[in-house]
C-alpha cells in the first residue's frame, strides 16, 4: 500500500511542480503526513510504520514537485529553441502587418519585442 501512495504522491507532486511556486509544498507536504496518519491508523498499522509512511510521502511530492520544475524547464527550452528556429516567414505578424516600414512612428513588425512607448512630439 506504501509504494502505491508514494506512486500517487510523486504524481501529485509532479503536477504541482508543473503549476506553482514553492510554497505549495508545504499544505501538500502536510496533507499527504495527514493522508499517511489516516491511512496507517485505518489498516491498524504501528508507530514506526506510520511515520515511515510519513516520511515516504513526504519525500515522494518533494521529488514529484522537483521533477514537475525540471520537466517545465526542458519543456519551456524546447518550445523556445523551436520558435527561435521558425523563419520570419512564419511570424504570426507577417501576413497581417504587410507594411515594411514604419507606420506613424511604429516600429517595423520585427522588432515586436523592442516596442516602447514613443516619447511626445515636440513642439
Same mark, same amino acid.
Given at each position: 500500500?506504501?509504494?502505491?501512495?508514494?506512486?500517487i504522491?510523486?504524481?501529485?507532486?509532479?503536477?504541482?511542480?508543473?503549476?506553482?511556486?514553492?510554497?505549495?509544498?508545504?499544505?501538500? *507536504?502536510?496533507? $499527504?503526513?495527514?493522508?499517511? #496518519?489516516?491511512?496507517?491508523?485505518? /489498516?491498524?498499522? !504501528?508507530?514506526?510504520?506510520?511515520? +515511515?509512511?510519513?516520511?515516504a510521502?513526504?519525500?515522494?511530492?518533494?521529488?514529484?514537485?522537483?521533477?514537475?520544475? *525540471?520537466?517545465? $524547464?526542458?519543456?519551456?527550452? #524546447?518550445?523556445?529553441?523551436?520558435? /527561435?528556429?521558425? !523563419?520570419?516567414?512564419?511570424?504570426? +505578424?507577417?501576413?497581417?502587418?504587410?507594411?515594411?516600414?514604419?507606420?506613424?512612428?511604429?516600429?517595423?513588425?520585427?522588432?515586436i519585442?523592442?516596442?516602447?512607448?514613443?516619447?511626445?512630439?515636440?513642439?
Open positions: 500500500m506504501t509504494l502505491e501512495l508514494t506512486v504522491s510523486v504524481v501529485a507532486g509532479a503536477v504541482l511542480g508543473l503549476r506553482y511556486k514553492v510554497l505549495v509544498l508545504v499544505p501538500a *507536504v502536510m496533507f $499527504a503526513m495527514i493522508f499517511a #496518519i489516516v491511512v496507517g491508523v485505518a /489498516r491498524a498499522d !504501528g508507530l514506526w510504520s506510520i511515520v +515511515l509512511m510519513m516520511a510521502l513526504s519525500i515522494a511530492v518533494q521529488f514529484g514537485y522537483v521533477a514537475g520544475i *525540471v520537466l517545465r $524547464a526542458v519543456g519551456e527550452w #524546447i518550445f523556445t529553441s523551436l520558435n /527561435r528556429s521558425r !523563419g520570419p516567414e512564419l511570424c504570426s +505578424l507577417g501576413p497581417a502587418w504587410p507594411h515594411n516600414g514604419p507606420l506613424n512612428g511604429l516600429p517595423v513588425p520585427g522588432a519585442a523592442h516596442i516602447r512607448q514613443s516619447p511626445p512630439p515636440q513642439v
